[in-house]
């Protein structure tokens, strides 16, 4: 298709990366099929005609997604608009989970996040970006260099995009407060040291190197759930103190330094809430703020993070509670990234959904879903691409429907939003109340539980998980991937059939050797063996998904539960052999009782349960002393 761009000066580079997403060639207008004319305004509007269409933009991104809009019906006479809700918006992309993305695949991202019509991004960075006067910081973590942000900032700009850094600057520091240099630097294993001169030294290069990599003139310093404040080196030093305090004392520290370099400060809200709480709830409905804690926060931004509550009313009392401390609102949701081995979709819509409702009526200017890679990034961003079509769909409508989302989805992204649908099954199984409020991770219970042990067996035996995964894989199979989904499905289509495979095996070798019947034991060593090739097929199926989107750093922690797996697959089968042909007599590991499992998350109606990893393993301690 051959297109004529005239009127307002555009980048020829952003021209090029719409054109090249479109499939099309940028021609005169002599040799065009058709003229479009672009022109700046308030909002999006598109005036089309048979061969000709204007175009009025707000920013780039609503015109790269104008664009698409238009592209589904060139040809046509039509007029459309849309009025944003949102002064910004786009995603919080967490690399500080193991998961840190390559530069042409984070590329490939913003490219999507612009199309889409999102005009912001947040990249969530821990110790995942190099500073040069700490050399340990981010050390061997796929950490980005300071080339790598300002090469990712270049390309935002051409985008429309703004990159904004997230950082840690109090807590969630135990990645980069692991080494040596940061002993006298730390409180507590993951909280910095307050009112510390070598602390300041340090939070003065990290914000200096964000100044230097960034356009943008916002940073979040994050400092929430810094629960053990002052009770670590600090106490030691300064006596028992009251959390605020310390808390207002670092932030009169940390602001200025922003300032310094010409930086507006925003920051997680919730540890002054759970300091004016009496149970210490984020959520607490009857919070109170003492006057002199409001006057003594400095210029600073807070961030209401909620990605838990279903119903409107909870969001509209929350922001009610948040303009009590008198500073800008930010609000960040979440899409469910975090669940397990799949986005859960059920509770994200749902969250989104009341969150971003409740956003509009308190007229909110800033807004991000959070994609975040809790226990070690199972769940690659991209299986949230769906949850960002949501995000961006009620940017430009009130209240979008499941039909205009699904409708748009296949616009934007050539594949039906059914596809992506079909990730929230893993766990929405049997069991689990609709749309997963409690956040059950059935796949990841089942995928990991030991097939001796079996910490989840008692629990997860109730329910027909074969069939269901069973069909699930089936269904996966027909689904017609596009390129930047392929490895994704294909990760996904192996890991219902493991699961499938997995979802009876330790409840027939227990009952088989329960009633002493070795034929049925036999079969369960063929079974073990068809689950161990299957097991490295995932494994090799989720190696090719991590190496196309993500840096090597990281992948070594996934890889080692894959290993542990599969070779406890192998032992399991060596056990049951030796107990077959008689060389021992019993197997310890089946004759320990079968409980259901108990915590650390509460079992409640619709709830099969919850975990991470080591909890889900083994009893026995993974690692630390």
């Not at 175009?55 to 046509?76: D, K, S, V």
């Not at 999507?112 to 050399?135: F, H, Q, R, V």
């Not at 340090?202 to 759930?225: P, V």
């Amino acid at each position: 298709m051959k297109v004529h761009l005239s009127g307002a000066s555009v980048s020829p580079l952003f021209c090029n990366i719409v054109s090249e997403n479109l499939n099309w060639e940028l021609t005169s207008k002599e040799q065009s099929d058709y003229q479009l004319q672009l022109q700046p305004g308030e909002h999006l509007q598109i005036y089309a005609s048979f061969h000709k269409a204007t175009f009025i933009y707000g920013n780039l991104p609503q015109l790269f997604r104008a664009l698409t809009l238009w592209h589904n019906q060139c040809g046509e006479c039509f007029n459309y608009e849309e009025q944003p809700h949102f002064e910004k918006i786009g995603p919080l992309l967490d690399f500080s989970r193991n998961a840190v993305m390559t530069v042409p695949a984070l590329k490939k991202m913003l490219t999507l996040i612009a199309k889409m019509g999102l005009n912001s991004c947040m990249l969530y960075l821990e110790d995942t970006y190099e500073i040069e006067e700490y050399p340990y910081f981010g050390h061997f973590r796929g950490r980005y260099t300071q080339a790598e942000l300002k090469e990712l900032d270049d390309f935002a700009a051409i985008l429309g995009v703004e990159l904004i850094p997230a950082i840690q600057t109090l807590a969630h520091l135990s990645n980069p407060l692991r080494w040596n240099y940061a002993r006298k630097l730390k409180d507590t294993s993951d909280i910095l040291l307050v009112d510390d001169k070598n602390t300041y030294l340090l939070i003065e290069s990290m914000i200096k190197t964000c100044a230097n990599s960034f356009r943008s003139k916002q940073i979040h310093i994050g400092m929430d759930e810094a629960h053990q404040l002052g009770l670590g080196r600090y106490l030691k030093q300064h006596g028992l103190e009251d959390p605020f305090s310390i808390m207002s004392k670092h932030l009169n520290k940390v602001i200025p330094i922003c300032e310094k370099y010409g930086l507006e400060a925003m920051m997680w809200s919730d540890m002054f809430f759970r300091i004016g709480s009496k149970s210490g709830d984020y959520y607490d409905p009857e919070v109170h703020f003492q006057k002199t804690l409001v006057q003594n926060i400095p210029n600073v931004a807070m961030v209401y993070w909620d990605y838990y509550h279903h119903e409107e009313k909870d969001y509209l009392t929350n922001f009610k509670n948040h303009k009590k401390l008198a500073k800008p609102v930010i609000f960040a949701s979440g899409i469910w990234t975090w669940n397990g081995l799949a986005p859960n979709y059920g509770k994200s819509i749902a969250t989104l959904s009341a969150g971003l409702s409740a956003a509009k009526k308190q007229q909110i200017k800033q807004v991000y879903a959070t994609l975040w890679g809790d226990d070690g990034q199972e769940t690659a961003h991209i299986a949230a691409l769906l949850g960002l079509q949501y995000f961006a769909e009620a940017q430009y409508t009130k209240t979008p429907s499941q039909q205009l989302v699904e409708k748009r989805f296949k616009l934007f992204h050539g594949q039906t939003a059914h596809d992506y649908l079909l990730l929230d099954s893993f766990d929405q199984t049997p069991g689990v109340a609709k749309n997963n409020p409690g956040g059950s991770n059935v796949s990841k219970l089942l995928l990991y539980q030991d097939l001796l042990f079996g910490l989840y067996e008692e629990t997860l035996q109730p329910y027909d998980l074969k069939n269901w995964y069973k069909n699930l894989a089936r269904t996966l199979k027909t689904v017609q991937p596009t390129t930047v989904s392929a490895t994704l499905f294909a990760y996904y289509q192996q890991l219902a059939n493991v699961l499938a495979k997995k979802a009876t095996i330790n409840t027939a070798t227990l009952l088989a050797y329960q009633h002493h019947n070795d034929e049925e034991l036999k079969q369960s060593i063929l079974q073990l063996k068809e689950l161990v090739l299957s097991l490295e097929k995932l494994h090799l199926a989720h190696r090719d998904l991590w190496f196309e989107w993500y840096k090597p750093f990281g992948w070594e922690i996934l890889e080692l539960r894959y290993a542990g797996l599969i070779k406890r697959c192998q032992t399991a089968i060596w056990r049951i052999e030796q107990y077959v042909t008689g060389k021992i007599n019993t197997l310890e590991e089946l004759d320990a009782p079968r409980l259901p499992f108990d915590g650390p998350y509460p079992l409640d109606p619709g709830t099969i349960g919850r975990n991470l990893f080591y909890g889900i393993y083994s009893a026995s301690k993974l690692s630390d002393v």
